[in-house]
């Protein structure tokens, strides 16, 4: 059983910074793929950032390259979301999600590849 924690959203105002938090626990996770999506109100959940954890490798939305970055800090088994030139259009509930298998381009986004998830932080941005 593997059990995600996110913390960190909040309410911020458009420009500022954001770091979301997943705390992973219950198994190892030298194969697993991490990953963040978000939800906003009557929108469908959708990819936002994801991390395979023994390659490094990394895959992002369009519309979040170059303002995100994830990360992983292997010991904590903690993944990290550092949002950075927030808009209003990323307000949503932002989930962690981690799938026990290596994950690439293709298949990163897809929210059926994942095995575990998390309960969800807000983030609000403000104009």
């Known amino acids: 059983q593997v059990r995600l924690v996110e913390s960190g959203g909040g309410l911020v105002q458009a420009g500022d910074s954001l770091r979301l938090s997943c705390a992973a626990s219950g198994r190892t996770f030298s194969s697993v793929t991490m990953a963040w999506f978000r939800?906003?109100?009557?929108?469908?959940?959708?990819?936002?950032?994801?991390?395979?954890?023994?390659?490094?490798?990394?895959?992002?939305?369009?519309?979040?390259?170059?303002?995100?970055?994830?990360?992983?800090?292997n010991a904590k088994n903690t993944v990290y979301l550092q949002m950075n030139s927030l808009k209003p259009e990323d307000t949503a509930v932002y989930y962690c999600a981690g799938a026990m298998k290596p994950l690439y381009q293709r298949t990163a986004a897809g929210t059926g590849q994942y095995d575990y998830w998390g309960q969800g932080t807000q983030v609000t941005v403000s104009s």
């Open 39 to 73: 939800q906003a109100p009557g929108k469908e959940r959708e990819f936002v950032a994801a991390i395979r954890w023994s390659a490094e490798a990394t895959y992002y939305a369009e519309s979040v390259k170059g303002r995100f970055t994830i990360s992983r800090d």
